[in-house]
């Protein structure tokens, strides 16, 4: 559309050009002639890279001030194999002070996380396997359920069907009845009138004679007849009396396999229930001595070392090599050196997806500065009330003007794709078809669909569509159609 009206304006421009020659005759030569207007839609594009983008969960928090002395305690009592620093000495944070033999404390951590993961596992598996004996029983009811419909459906066919019997037997019998009796009745009136006509001597007795013989016969025949139909009657009866006390029994059977699928599903949540409690009693009792035993370990790592937790002086040390040190007295005292961090209070839901050292973007809005955080703590339980857990931070640089009790947004990152297409999200179209951008191939420009994958800060990772070195159009792309000619131009233009 655009490069129609741009042909459009060039024609008339050329017109106006010839009319204007035309009229002024030979001043025409000395007129300059308007440069033609360059065809194709202008865009404005940028070259597709390789880089990082992550995406993060943001929340407020505060800086807090916690600069003192710190008391380095042990919660065990354990012997001092080696000492390594002296009162009056500088330490940093992560400072070894002194080594103690904490082999019997770290073999029991060990037995009890081993008892733990294999409770853990063994819950995992139990429940698995009632949650199977589960889906059997309800299968099982499901089944005797079915088949309690299934044959009740078949007797009430087959007593719907006898009881037709019963009906048209009945029925047969009346009529044949009734016929019978039509019959003898006309053979009675038959005798009766050919004997009142022999008395007046119209009729002779072998007349006679023979209507009697004919009610007889007559007779003969309905007694037979009635009482084999009679006979039908009591079978059909019979018959359905049969097939009513046999779904008696069997209804009454199946009911009683319902009855009992039931019964045995009950039984299995019931000793899932109590089998699970136990095993979770079990998951407990090993995580809290997990915890004990973590807490003695506090300050010591994995090799029995005790390291400072803040740069400072050595104020004071209780520490001796042979000796023993405790919970009733400090290992040392450091007076610390100023310190400013950000604590912040995070969900249930955030706390598995942060670890320690690493990265956050810290912004103080006071200062209107962002800068880059270090996860130093994680608080193990949460806060009772809040039911939130506290995560402290470190800038990785000083920050003038920083003071305690300013506010502090902090976004963990907690999504991070590295080495992967990363354009910006206002070049992506969104279509009833999909995403897709557009790029410059031979000045032209060609549609591209696209799979997106992270988002954040006005960028888009793209996970298949675009390869770098692509030329993508990132001004204009609103206008184009695939083929369009495109003229690229610069922000300035």
């Known amino acids: 559309m655009k490069h129609h009206r741009i042909c459009s304006a060039a024609l008339a421009a050329a017109m106006v050009l010839s009319l204007t020659a035309c009229q002024s005759g030979a001043e ?50 354990a012997r001092c194999t080696d000492v390594y620093v002296e009162v009056g000495d500088e330490v940093e944070a992560g400072t070894v002070l002194c080594t103690l033999d904490m082999s019997d404390t770290k073999s029991a951590l060990s037995n009890a996380t081993t008892s733990y993961k294999d409770t853990k596992q063994s819950y995992q598996d139990q429940e698995a396997l009632f949650d199977s004996q589960i889906a059997l029983a309800e299968k099982s009811i499901s089944d005797a359920e079915k088949s309690y419909q299934e044959q009740e459906a078949l007797f009430n066919s087959q007593i719907a069907l006898a009881e037709k019997a019963v009906s048209d037997a009945q ?40 209507a009697r013989l004919n009610l007889q016969s007559l007779q003969t025949t309905r007694s037979t007849t009635l009482t084999q139909l009679e006979t039908g009657v009591q079978n059909a009866q019979t018959n359905l ?12 059977q199946l009911e009683t396999g319902v009855q009992n699928a039931k019964t045995s599903l009950q039984s299995v949540q019931v000793s899932k229930s109590a089998t699970l409690s136990q095993l979770e009693s079990g998951m407990r009792t090993a995580e809290s001595n997990i915890d004990q035993l973590k807490t003695v370990m506090e300050n010591v790592d994995s090799k029995g070392n005790v390291v400072a937790p803040a740069a400072g002086k050595i104020l004071s040390l209780n520490a001796a090599e042979n000796s023993f040190v405790g919970p009733t007295a400090p290992v040392a005292v450091i007076d610390s050196a100023p310190r400013l961090e950000i604590s912040v209070m995070v969900s249930e839901s955030l706390v598995p997806r942060l670890s320690l050292q690493d990265e956050a973007d810290v912004t103080i809005s006071a200062l209107d500065l962002t800068v880059t955080g270090l996860i130093q703590e994680i608080d193990e339980k949460a806060n009772p009330q809040t039911k939130l857990y506290t995560v402290t931070l470190w800038t990785q640089e000083e920050v003038e003007g920083l003071r305690a009790g300013m506010f502090a947004d902090v976004t963990f990152r907690t999504d991070v794709s590295t080495d992967t297409i990363v ?71």
């Open 28 to 77: 025409s030569g000395a007129a300059s002639s308007e440069p033609e207007a360059e065809a194709g839609v202008a865009v404005q594009i940028q070259e597709v890279a390789v880089d990082t983008i992550s995406t993060g969960s943001s929340v407020s928090g505060q800086v807090v001030d916690d600069s003192g002395q710190e008391s380095v305690f042990v919660s065990a009592n």
């Open 241 to 252: 009396q049969s097939i009513q006390t046999t779904k008696s029994t069997t209804m009454a």
């Open 423 to 493: 354009i910006p999200t206002e070049a992506i179209l969104t279509t009833s078809e999909g995403q897709n951008v557009f790029v410059v191939e031979d000045g032209k420009a060609r549609y591209v669909p696209v799979v997106t994958g992270l988002t954040g800060n006005g960028v888009t990772e793209i996970a298949e569509g675009l390869s770098a070195g692509d030329q993508l159009v990132v001004v204009g792309q609103s206008y184009l159609t695939d083929g369009d000619p495109v003229r690229i131009v610069s922000g300035e233009d």
């Open 171 to 210: 029925k047969s019998y009346e009529e044949q009845a009734a016929f019978f009796d039509a019959q003898l009745a006309l053979a009675e009136k038959n005798v009766s009138d050919l004997e009142a006509l022999m008395e007046i001597g119209a009729a002779a007795q072998i007349e006679i004679d023979q």
